[in-house]
């Protein structure tokens, strides 16, 4: 009879209700993170991670996120984008973070030149003022509003005990760094069934390095610049499989859209161009010609390793060697190598065969007997229909629900929270379909898939990780197509546990 949605706010701070009875909305946008958050506005990271080393609350205001902001996201009480969807930038990111976010807040304009933030009301608020932030309901307040803090007893472990007798779907976290892995498996998770390769990057130093490597323009440029990556990439690992164990991890092989990555501002220009050795109006070329129009249907995924293998090479050498090092020291460990972005079965072979070339014979050297799965994403619709063709290739299918929404409906991930609203109010939706699985169309989709692969590989292991893993009714969907896992946010995973146990036991009391 537990909502469990309502263990957010076990989970995450609240704003009091007699603070929300005074208190005055300015704005609402999409509930992107859970959580409370005031503080003063910066629309910078800069000045955010500045406030917060002098003291301060800060709110990071943005008209969209990209990587360079996560340092500010981190610094921040709480985000909020004028732009973007369920699954932007910002609201991936604050939910992996347990960081409050509202994000698509379409109604405020912000004037970054004259650093100010007009609401729909035309209250102008300056940097320094102070907003509240309700990422549960997606509300927007003015001035600082009181929160009460989350508070989890031994009370809240007997409750998820039960649920966890109850339910047959294992629970997985997303997670791309050990401090969320390790959250995640204080919270309950059973492994990791995504971890993002290109959100490893997002610090100085490392993101110089990624765009060296994305804007090199020979194979040993690239290469050069991959022997400088590897040696994070090996130790993240080592440090997700150290923060898993016993559990598995589910490695996904680089998927950056790559506008998130490129250099923007002259500064940064300059500086790669130095050490790249050409001069900033060859860097602006490079960068030019790697500009899309659609990035989302971009060089993205597998169509990067098959343009350049180098790159599946070093992330396998990463991947077995971080294996292997944790192997010495008695860990128990089976890596499983995700293949983004597959719609024909033959990209899928190119980059496998890569993959085991370079697996198997780090692992004859170390003679060790290390065990690895390969497998793929279904998030294309086209692999979806050719379910059985990859299930020949893959050991395990993960269902990327974001692309896999996005492409069947053909509405960008980013962008659709602009005309999702009316289609609300028109009654053509009720819901976010980038939220909870549209079971009609893209739900349609994945049954076919999972039954097309059983009827080739019937132990194929079936998951989920679009944000999707983390919603109660996409969950009991899930459950319904006999899934072996879902796979969500670290503070998602107790809702997910319950969930899963609801739709359980309601499939018993039906029968
Ligand atoms: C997805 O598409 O559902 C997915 C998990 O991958 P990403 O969000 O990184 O594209
Ligand atoms: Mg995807």
Known sequence: MVEPKQLDALLHPTFSEEE???????????????????????????KVIAAKKAGEEAVLVRLETSPEDIEGMNSSEGVLTIRGGMTSHAAVVARGMGICCVSGVGDFTLNEVEKTLKTKDGLILHEGDYISLDGTTGKVYEGKLNKVAATISGVFETFMSWADEARTLDIRTNADTPKDAKQAKAFGAQGIGLCRTEHMFFEKERIFNFRKMICATSVEEREKALELILPYQRADFEGLFEAMTPYPVIIR??????????????????????????TVEELQNVIASLKEFN?????????LAITYPEIAKMQTRAVIEAAI????????????????????????????????EVADELIKNSGLD?????????????????????????????????DLTQMTFGFSRDDAGKFLNAYYAKQIFESDPFSRIDEHGVG????????????????????????????????????????????????????????????????????
């Not at 929300?20 to 859970?34: D, M, Q, R, T």
């Not at 065990?371 to 279904?378: A, D, E, F, P, S």
């Not at 879902?486 to 809702?495: G, L, N």
């Open 370 to 402: 290390i065990k690895y799965k390969v497998g793929t994403m279904i998030e294309i619709p086209r692999a979806a229909l050719l379910a059985d063709e990859m299930a020949k290739e893959a050991e395990f299918f993960s269902f990327g629900t974001n």
């Open 325 to 356: 090092n944790v192997t010495k020291k008695g860990i128990m460990v089976e890596p499983e190598i995700m293949i983004p972005l597959v719609g024909e079965v033959n990209e899928l072979k190119y980059v496998k065969n890569i993959v085991q």
């Open 20 to 46: 929300l009875k005074k208190a005055h909305v300015i704005g609402e946008g999409l509930a992107a993170s859970p959580g409370a958050g005031a503080g003063k506005i910066y629309f910078e990271s800069s």
């Open 444 to 511: 349609l989709l994945m049954e076919m898939a999972a039954s097309k692969a059983r009827t080739v590989r019937p132990d194929i292991s079936l998951g989920i990780c679009g944000e999707h893993g983390g919603d109660p009714s996409s969950i009991a969907f899930c459950h319904k197509l006999r899934f072996n896992y879902v796979s969500c946010s670290p503070y998602r995973v107790p809702i997910a546990r319950l969930a899963a146990a609801q739709a359980a036991i309601k499939e018993k009391l039906a029968k």
């Open 295 to 303: 990035p989302m249907m971009g060089h993205r995924g597998c169509r």
């Open 253 to 278: 092989y680089l998927d950056p859209p790559l506008h998130e990555f490129l250099p923007k501002t002259e500064a940064e220009i300059k500086e790669l161009a130095n050490d790249l050795g050409k």
